[in-house]
T-cell receptor
Framework: SQTIHQWPATLVQPVGSPLSLECTVE??????LYWYRQAAGRGLQLLFY??????ISSEVPQNLSASRPQDRQFILSSKKLLLSDSGFYLC??????????FGSGTRLTVV | QKEVEQDPGPLSVPEGAIVSLNCTYSNSAFQYFMWYRQYSRKGPELLMYTYSSGNKEDGRFTAQVDKSSKYISLFIRDSQPSDSATYLCAMTLTGGYQKVTFGTGTKLQVIP
């Protein structure tokens, strides 16, 4: 069965510090991978998606970037965090039924 | 106007009640409709998905899609305290890796 791992679960980072969140998928090959951010009252916002190694599409221009160095690995990064980057970050992959399987999320607080 | 509108709640019901959760949308091109359940501090999990109009039932859950009215519903029968969560509707165009558009979620509390 397919599983998705995301870490860390929580993170408190100072403004201006770098960020790296990692997501890995098991049990499937060549998955479509996604990074979402969830903010209170604003729903889920798609940040990036990837259909293959090295292929990244950005949905929202911002302070973040994404990379896919391996087939089942998806990384979200920032060189300098802003207060507005705080939120709940979710990695997901899409199955054949167009439904997502989400990771457990990373709660990021920028202070 | 948002593409998908969902009442944020919170919705409080007694255990055993029938719960109705709803979303309206504006884009008539949406073909796939989904409901996710999200417990506090967890990632959403897919509950149900339907294609085009009609009903789909899975245990105590029934999803309905009315494309003519651009309205989707999730019914929960015999609600349980374990159903307490935020429910998000979602929808997408047909095919491939299309972007999924989510509602903001309705928070449900089932009181024992």
């Amino acid at each position: 069965s397919q599983t998705i791992h995301q870490w860390p679960a929580t993170l408190v980072q100072p403004v201006g510090s770098p960020l790296s969140l990692e997501c890995t998928v098991e049990g499937t090959s060549n998955p479509n991978l996604y990074w979402y951010r969830q903010a209170a009252g604003r729903g889920l916002q798609l940040l990036f998606y990837s259909v293959g190694i090295g292929q990244i599409s950005s949905e929202v221009p911002q302070n973040l970037s994404a990379s896919r160095p391996q087939d089942r690995q998806f990384i979200l990064s920032s060189k300098k965090l802003l207060l507005s980057d705080s939120g709940f970050y979710l990695c997901a992959w899409m199955g054949q039924n167009y439904g997502y399987t989400f990771g457990s999320g990373t709660r990021l607080t920028v202070v | 106007q948002k593409e998908v509108e969902q009442d944020p709640g919170p919705l409080s019901v007694p255990e055993g009640a029938i719960v109705s959760l709803n979303c309206t949308y504006s884009n008539s091109a949406f073909q796939y409709f989904m409901w996710y359940r999200q417990y506090s501090r967890k990632g959403p999990e897919l509950l149900m998905y339907t294609y085009s109009s009609g009903n789909k039932e899975d245990g105590r859950f029934t999803a309905q899609v009315d494309k003519s009215s651009k309205y989707i519903s999730l019914f929960i029968r015999d609600s349980q305290p374990s159903d307490s969560a935020t429910y998000l509707c979602a929808m997408t165009l047909t095919g491939g890796y299309q972007k999924v558009t989510f509602g903001t979620g309705t928070k449900l509390q089932v009181i024992p």
